[in-house]
Each structure stands twice: as structure tokens, then as C-alpha cells.
């Protein structure tokens, strides 16, 4: 069992930035991680992830305003967001991956116009 505990979220206007972090229980190094976000009614959709490797991929809609990145010997993984947009307030969770499947319970961003 892995416990994920992301922070960072909160409230900002538009155009301004957050960084996201998220620490896992125990070793992310064998695994793919990844950020996830959800708004009320709506199917949780994936923001960005980070392979084993390093590499990343992004959904179209953060390209160029989010980076992935992982620090593997603090188990944690960051997701920083610039240009904010209010389309982009959602809860944000993060996910240990590949191989497993935990979540954590989320974090609340807001992004007022």
C-alpha cells in the first residue's frame, strides 16, 4: 500500500502560478507517476505524466504552461502550472502508476478570472 499526500493547491488569479507536490509513502523510482484533475459532473482527465525515465507528456490543453518533474529520492512528484487559467481550477490528484495504482485524495485549485 502507497499513501499519497499532495499540496500546493489553493486560489489565484489568472495568469499567476502554482506548484503542486506530491510525497509518496514509499520509492516512486520504479514507477510511472502521473497528475490528474476532475471537475464536478465531469470524468477525471489526465494533465501530465512522468515516465521512470524522465520522460513527459502532456494533455494539450497545459502544453507550454505545466511541468511535470520528479525527485526520486524525496518520493515526491511536482506538477508546476504557470499562466494560470480559470478553465484550469479543478481538484488535482496525483497517481502512483505503473506497476500499482494509488491516488491520492487531492487538492483543490482555483483560478479566478
Known amino acids: 500500500q502507497v499513501q499519497l499526500v499532495e499540496s500546493g493547491g489553493g486560489f489565484v488569479q489568472a495568469g499567476g502560478s502554482l506548484r503542486l507536490s506530491c510525497a509518496a509513502s514509499g520509492s516512486i523510482r520504479g514507477n510511472v507517476m502521473q497528475w490528474h484533475r476532475q471537475v464536478p459532473e465531469k470524468q477525471r482527465e489526465l494533465v501530465a505524466a512522468?515516465?521512470?525515465?524522465?520522460?513527459?507528456n502532456y494533455a494539450d490543453s497545459v502544453k507550454g504552461r505545466f511541468t511535470i518533474s520528479r525527485d526520486n529520492a524525496k518520493n515526491t512528484v511536482y506538477l508546476q502550472m504557470n499562466s494560470l487559467k480559470p478553465e484550469d481550477t479543478a481538484v488535482y490528484y496525483c497517481?502512483?502508476?505503473?506497476?500499482?495504482?494509488?491516488w491520492g485524495q487531492g487538492t483543490q485549485v482555483t483560478v479566478s478570472s
Open positions: 497517481r502512483f502508476y505503473l506497476p500499482g495504482n494509488y
Open positions: 512522468i515516465s521512470r525515465g524522465g520522460d513527459t
